[in-house]
């Protein structure tokens, strides 16, 4: 069975300061995992995707995370938080035939100005 | 925007009614996919569709249904509704069946409340 961990329910970081947020998975078989963003009353956006190419993923606004098998975690991370990065991500790994998708419980994002 | 679109925004019934959630998918998306957002369980995919075909079946109460249509655009039925289904029902389309390489694009949802 395929299902990711987020290890932070919450995590506050100052405006301009590094961002981690962090997800472990588990799955009987190479995994595709990806980062989807929800910010307030809008739909997930996604933010990058692992498919078993390059184990660093770049995304969308300056987002990165990096597949690590040995640690079965795919953690996201920024250089330097911006406001506007103040909203809920979701780590997902999806099935073996990629139709399904299986979520996190989700982090909430807090930047302080 | 998406290019999801999902009517109605809001929608508040009573125990026991029924409801209909529409979808339109992204144009060229052959796959659309429903999502259910509710504080004790999280995001729970329901159920996939694929060119009107169902292709994937998730956490799907019996009390729901969904189809697509010819045209690509899918409707969720909700029936015998309980205070538990009260949610945010989101719609996600794809170009193709498997999302392992394409990207699924999420509507605004549709935010269920059964008094």
């Known amino acids: 069975a395929q299902s990711v961990t987020q290890l932070d329910s919450h995590v506050s970081v100052s405006e301009g300061t590094p961002v981690l947020l962090r997800c472990n998975y588990s799955?009987?078989?190479?995994?595709?995992l990806f980062w989807y963003v929800q910010h307030p009353n809008k739909g997930l956006q996604l933010l990058l995707k692992?498919?078993?190419?390059?184990?660093l993923v770049k995304g969308i606004n300056g987002f990165e995370a990096e597949f690590k098998k040995s640690e079965t975690s795919f953690h996201l991370t920024k250089p330097s938080a911006h406001m506007s990065d103040a909203a809920e991500y979701f780590c997902v790994v999806s099935d073996w035939t990629g139709n399904q998708f299986y979520f996190g419980t989700g982090t909430s994002l807090t930047v302080i100005p | 925007d998406s290019g999801v679109t999902q009517t109605p925004k809001h929608l508040i019934t009573a125990t026991g009614q029924r409801v209909t959630l529409r979808c339109s998918p992204r144009?060229?998306?052959?796959?659309v996919y429903w999502y259910q957002q509710s504080l004790d369980q999280g995001l729970q995919f329901l159920i996939q569709?694929?060119?009107?075909?169902?292709?994937a079946k998730g956490n799907i109460l019996e009390r729901f249904s969904a189809q697509q249509f010819p045209d690509l655009h899918s409707e969720l039925n909700l029936s015998s509704l309980e205070l538990g289904d009260s949610a945010l029902y989101f719609c996600?389309?794809?170009?193709?069946?498997?999302?392992?390489?394409?990207?699924?694009?999420f509507g605004p949802g549709t935010r269920l409340t059964v008094t």
């Open positions: 144009s060229g998306d052959l796959s």
């Open positions: 996600a389309s794809s170009v193709a069946d498997r999302s392992t390489s394409y990207e699924q694009y």
């Open positions: 692992y498919t078993s190419a390059a184990t």
């Open positions: 799955s009987s078989y190479s995994p595709s």
């Open positions: 569709y694929y060119n009107g075909e169902e292709r």
